[in-house]
């Protein structure tokens, strides 16, 4: 069974002018179309074929670096594009709002520890915001196209948000800026989102 890209749940120009037209356009269509096309080519012939996502990248450590870094890349992306959206930003609500404040003392804390996860993070990977083993929050990040689900992964747990820190998603605008993009994208973050996902991962 091959992957597939899904279409963006919005327009490429939605999340202006925080994530600019030709950084989704490229990002969507490029760069997350051949994650994909790499990862049906790498699959084939092995039990990967007929597993899904969750369960290949949970036994990562049984395939090649193509199914990791490609595995890892489709996943990661659906997961990105889903928890952005035009008129987003503001904060979380309700349950997920009170186990963020209960783990980090408060929303402005999560906030300055995932852009700390995603500043301090060097050359490519994720900053992340995962239900841990423990049923907990945490943050994390992880190298490349790698994600908490690996297991590999020093950290591991169900990604709930996560944000890209490739150059390939922000550079257009932002250059070698990375903290100014870590910045605006809580402008376009869909916490309702974020919030259905902490209640699944839970
Ligand atoms: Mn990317």
């Given at each position: 069974m091959a992957f597939e890209l899904e279409a963006l749940p919005y327009s490429v120009e939605a999340l202006e002018p925080h994530i600019d037209r030709e950084t989704m356009e490229i990002h969507h269509d490029r760069h997350h179309q051949a994650y994909i096309d790499n990862l049906n080519k790498a699959i084939v012939g092995t039990d990967a074929e007929n597993a899904s996502l969750e369960d290949i990248l949970k036994n990562?450590?049984?395939?090649?670096p193509a199914v990791r870094n490609n595995g890892g890349g489709h996943f990661n992306h659906k997961l990105f594009w889903s928890v952005l959206g035009p008129n987003a930003g503001g904060t979380p609500t309700g349950e997920l709002a009170q186990a963020i404040d209960e783990t980090f003392g408060s929303f402005d804390e999560l906030k300055k520890k995932l852009q700390e996860a995603g500043a301090t993070r060097f050359g490519s990977g994720w900053s992340w915001l995962i239900v841990g083993e423990d049923g907990k929050l945490a943050v994390t990040s992880t190298p490349n196209q790698d994600n908490p689900l690996m297991d590999v992964a020093e950290v591991k747990g169900t990604p709930i948000f996560g944000i890209d820190v490739w150059e390939h998603a922000y550079y257009l605008k932002y250059q070698n800026k990375r903290p100014a993009y870590l910045d605006a994208i809580f402008n376009v973050v869909n916490w309702d989102t974020v919030a259905q996902n902490y209640a699944s991962a839970k």
């Amino acid at each position: 069974m091959a992957f597939e890209l899904e279409a963006l749940p919005y327009s490429v120009e939605a999340l202006e002018p925080h994530i600019d037209r030709e950084t989704m356009e490229i990002h969507h269509d490029r760069h997350h179309q051949a994650y994909i096309d790499n990862l049906n080519k790498a699959i084939v012939g092995t039990d990967a074929e007929n597993a899904s996502l969750e369960d290949i990248l949970k036994n990562i450590s049984k395939y090649s670096p193509a199914v990791r870094n490609n595995g890892g890349g489709h996943f990661n992306h659906k997961l990105f594009w889903s928890v952005l959206g035009p008129n987003a930003g503001g904060t979380p609500t309700g349950e997920l709002a009170q186990a963020i404040d209960e783990t980090f003392g408060s929303f402005d804390e999560l906030k300055k520890k995932l852009q700390e996860a995603g500043a301090t993070r060097f050359g490519s990977g994720w900053s992340w915001l995962i239900v841990g083993e423990d049923g907990k929050l945490a943050v994390t990040s992880t190298p490349n196209q790698d994600n908490p689900l690996m297991d590999v992964a020093e950290v591991k747990g169900t990604p709930i948000f996560g944000i890209d820190v490739w150059e390939h998603a922000y550079y257009l605008k932002y250059q070698n800026k990375r903290p100014a993009y870590l910045d605006a994208i809580f402008n376009v973050v869909n916490w309702d989102t974020v919030a259905q996902n902490y209640a699944s991962a839970k």
